[in-house]
Nanobody, 122 residues
């Protein structure tokens, strides 16, 4: 089973930056598309960003376009989410996930990390 472990969450002020990391245990990580989701209290878990296995194509939710950047380092079995110009509405638990093929849906994901909390102060 693929294990995904997120890190890098924390408290950040509005307008600040944060980088989240997701380390995968799977040695065939390079063949998996990856995605980041987030879930705020009382809300559904929503798609944030995705990246194909090659890293050549990326996709973002409209709410984060121009502010967040997803990237990957297949040599390190790690996917990143760079959060810039953060807003209070970015506050959520952030999860990395994979379903093999690229998907923006929750049902398209087979493996999930435990999540890391991001809190943006006003």
């Amino acid at each position: 089973q693929v294990q995904l472990v997120e890190s890098g969450g924390g408290l950040v002020q509005t307008g600040g930056s944060l980088r989240l990391s997701c380390a995968a245990s799977e040695r065939t990580f390079s063949s998996y598309a990856m995605a980041w989701f987030r879930q705020a209290p009382g809300k559904e878990r929503e798609f944030v960003a995705g990246i194909t296995e090659s890293g050549l194509s990326t996709y973002y939710a409209d709410s984060v376009k121009g502010r967040f950047t997803i990237s990957r380092d297949n040599a390190k079995n790690t996917v990143y989410l760079q959060l810039n110009s953060v807003k209070p509405e970015d506050t959520a638990v952030y999860y990395c996930a994979t379903g093999g093929l690229f998907s923006t849906s929750r049902s398209g994901q087979r493996y999930w990390g435990q999540g890391t909390q991001v809190t943006v102060s006003s």
